[in-house]
């Protein structure tokens, strides 16, 4: 018999709110295309395990653009925001039609909040047991795609999210360091007392010795569990300038958080998420130039993008390719 294949490096995929994993994957198809799959990385979708309320589901159209949009009143809502500040609802796509799913729902039950700036953060915490059942291979939400499972031998080497999937990736990062890499696009910040602690609980900085605690993170299915880097995943978030729904100010408070977390423990986490000024996440030119080791010690990093509420255009995938390789390398 011959050697066993080698694995695959896989990325988890999280959608937004009213969102699935479906649309996700139409929609990240230029960032699958660009980004992911030259760095030789398998994107997997997991879809998220909560229903999203009628009152939050974005409504469904049969035609695309403008024309759709105008049919569509009140203001939206997150994961399905138009690309810029204004009126009009959700721009339709060929994909969607599958499920409206939701990673939390705003405890607050009002159509003018959202989960962007909710306080009270209804089921997260089902979710990112779900995530990381997922990734052990046991149970959880499926892939969008039976080809898209974790095989025998796969290695969870980063987690790309989006809008509420960028808050559950930010969870995801903060609970398993040995990750190589994150994404976190239009994430804004965690205004949820107890996701916001669970984010200040690091395990790089517990008695553990940095060992991710559960083990579906490196070798899928294994429950083994890896060592992180020195250093811990590196962590690159994009901030819309002109975002209607999640501020540049959120985003780095997020990324300061993180940041401060990694270099310092969970109590300087803390203190810059409740408002610290203490500022190392690091703003990023994304000129598409390779980071250096160097400039790689920051771990977390903002780039600020010409931009509203949705995945970042084709002039910054050169950026956040070369962002991905060093974090890799």
Known sequence: ?????????VVLMLHGFTQDA???MHRCSNLTRKVLRPAGLEPVY???PLECPALYAAPREGREGKDAEKKIAGPSLDGDAPAAGGGGGPPQDKARGGEQRAWFVPGEMDPAVRPATSACWEGWEESLAAIELALEGTRGPPPAEERRVLQPGDEVVG???FSQGALMAALVLARHPSLRFGLLVCSGNAHDPSAAAA????????SSGGVAPCGGFGKAGTGGGEKRSASGPAVLCVAGTCDPLVTVTDCWRLANGLANGLANGPAKAAETR????????????????ALSDEQLKARVFVLEVEGGHGLPPNRDM???RAFVSSALN
């Open 1 to 9: 018999a011959g050697e066993p294949c080698a694995g695959r490096r």
């Open 22 to 24: 479906r649309l996700f």
């Open 46 to 48: 997991l879809d998220a």
């Open 159 to 161: 987690v790309v999210g």
């Open 199 to 206: 984010l200040a609980a690091l395990p790089c900085n517990s």
């Open 274 to 289: 409740a408002g610290a000024s203490a500022e190392t996440a690091r703003s990023w030119s994304g000129d598409g130039s």
């Open 318 to 320: 050169a950026s956040i």
